[in-house]
């Protein structure tokens, strides 16, 4: 749908340069506000990589909440990549395709919610060093990119933005454009969350009920999960 060329590219090289670009840019600001908007509605609302991040941030460290943010914000990458390409709807029209991708997106999750209740309780301290049993940057970046890009809801909520709001006529550096504030925005988020819950205050309250809190949100995932792989489009 979008074919990337060097005439795409330089405007992005030149665009605080140009006054052309630059008065194309404001000729797709109510596109651009719109997506951003929608794609904050999208990023602050309660799900598997929400659910995710506070996991990692509670139990292990912020360095793992971020570098889960940092997963998630490749997954966003590749469900754009494959979104401006059209893919993304022969996914959508190939039934047993996207009930692959939903299902193991919803074992993920479930796989994921049962580690978390049957867990034992984490060497977590009070401290700015990394916990003795905290997750590798692979690891933590693994969970993060596995739990967004094995969502399909992710996958049909950039369809249907590359559907219903951004025109295939759309420059192909405007739609770049987008794609660098989509995933900045949720990457910030993210991080945001992991922060907070790394408050000394927070992860005080999380060791006085650890083993609830994690077993809720165990018991989210797992729930997010049956939801996912029950849900038809």
């Known amino acids: 749908m979008f074919r990337l060329g060097v005439e795409d590219i330089s405007p992005i090289l030149f665009i605080f340069g140009s006054n052309k670009y630059l008065s194309l840019m404001m000729e797709y600001l109510p596109l651009i506000g719109t997506v951003t908007l929608l794609n904050l509605l999208a ?3 309660p799900g598997p990589d929400f ?23 490749l997954g966003l990458c590749v469900h754009l990549a494959y979104c401006a390409a059209g893919i993304a709807i022969l996914i959508s029209k190939f039934v047993v395709l996207f009930s692959i991708i ?15 209740i049957i867990s034992k309780k984490s060497k977590l301290e009070l401290s700015d060093e ?18 967004n ?49 790394t408050q000394q205050r927070v992860q005080k309250a999380f060791l006085r009920f650890e083993k ?22």
Do not use: C, E, H
Request: cysteine-free; charged content about 10%; hydrophobic content about 55%.
């Open 149 to 197: 890009i094995l969502n399909p809801k992710v996958t049909l909520f950039f369809l249907s933005l590359f559907t219903f709001v951004i025109s295939p006529t759309t420059p192909t550096y405007i739609v770049l454009f987008l794609s660098f504030i989509m995933v900045a925005t949720a990457f910030i988020w993210f991080t945001i969350v992991s922060i907070f819950f």
């Open 102 to 116: 939903k299902f193991l997106g919803a074992g993920y999750l479930i796989y994921i919610g049962l580690s978390s």
């Open 51 to 73: 659910v995710m991040i506070v996991k990692n941030s509670l139990s292990y460290s912020r360095k793992t909440g971020i570098f889960t943010a940092i997963g998630i914000g």
């Open 212 to 233: 609830p809190i994690n077993r809720f949100l165990g018991s989210l995932l797992v729930m997010l999960g049956v939801k996912i792989a029950l849900t038809f489009k």
């Open 43 to 45: 990023a602050v609302s």
């Open 130 to 147: 990394k916990p003795a049993d905290d997750l590798t940057f692979m690891q933590a970046f693994k969970m993060g990119f596995f739990t």
